[in-house]
Nanobody, 123 residues
Framework: QVQLVESGGGLVQAGGSLRLSCAASGRSFSTYAMGWFRQAPGKEREFVAAISWSGGGTYYAESVKGRFAVSRDNAKMTVYLQMNSLKPEDTAVYYC????????????????WGQGTQVTVSS
């Protein structure tokens, strides 16, 4: 089982940037795809971005494509989400999780959800 702890959120003005981190524990981290998800108030959790186990493949939701970039460091067991050109509609709690590949992770995760990290974008 993969345990996950998100960090790096905060308050930023529209157009600004933030870098989120997700620290993982568990022997199989480097064999899993990893994904970022978010949940805005009153809405369901939604997929944001995913990266393959090797880091060679990525997949993004249309709403963040071209603005967000996901990366990973398997030696540090950490996944990152670089968020640029932030918009007020990006305001949400951001979570990470593990999955079998960058496509099935959209609907099927295999880790436990952590506390997430709050991102607030002011207009």
């Amino acid at each position: 089982q993969v345990q996950l702890v998100e960090s790096g959120g905060g308050l930023v003005q529209a157009g600004g940037s933030l870098r989120l981190s997700c620290a993982a524990s568990g022997r199989s981290f480097s064999t899993y795809a990893m994904g970022w998800f978010r949940q805005a108030p009153g809405k369901e959790r939604e997929f944001v971005a995913a990266i393959s186990w090797s880091g060679g493949g990525t997949y993004y939701a249309e709403s963040v494509k071209g603005r967000f970039a996901v990366s990973r460091d398997n030696a540090k067991m950490t996944v990152y989400l670089q968020m640029n050109s932030l918009k007020p509609e990006d305001t949400a709690v951001y979570y990470c999780n593990a999955g079998m590949d960058t496509r099935t992770i959209v609907a099927n995760v295999i880790g436990s959800w952590g506390q997430g990290t709050q991102v607030t974008v002011s207009s």
